[in-house]
């Protein structure tokens, strides 16, 4: 069992940059995959990056290169998503998750944290 607990989402003006934070507990969790998804109201949940359990591997959602960075720290058992040049269009909850291969689908993954919002004024 692994849980999730996101963190860093707020508001912030066009061209401004966020961190996300994605504490995870439970005696296996570096062992996952991490991912970060979002969703915005009306749409479908779409991929922004995800990680490998080593960290060696990641995988992007199609989005301007250097936009988002996605990284995580074992020892602290914490996933990061570093947002830069943001946009009003990346107005959404974001959410991490944990599953046991890197993929960019989020049915492979076996657990979700509940969300942080990211709001982005034009």
């Known amino acids: 069992q692994v849980h999730l607990v996101e963190s860093g989402g707020g508001l912030v003006q066009t061209g401004g940059s966020l961190r996300l934070s994605c504490a995870a507990s439970?005696?296996?969790?570096?062992?996952?995959?991490m991912g970060w998804f979002r969703q915005a109201p009306g749409k479908e949940r779409e991929l922004v990056a995800a990680i490998s359990w080593s960290g060696s591997a990641t995988y992007y959602g199609d989005f301007p290169e250097d936009e988002f960075t996605i990284s995580r720290d074992n020892a602290k058992n914490t996933a990061y998503l570093q947002m830069n040049s943001l946009k009003p269009e990346d107005t959404a909850v974001y959410y991490c998750?944990?599953?046991?291969?890197?993929?960019?689908?989020?049915?492979?993954?076996?657990?979700w944290g509940q969300g942080t919002q990211v709001t982005v004024s034009s």
């Open positions: 998750a944990a599953g046991p291969n890197l993929s960019d689908s989020g049915g492979d993954y076996d657990y």
């Open positions: 439970g005696p296996t969790a570096s062992s996952y995959a």
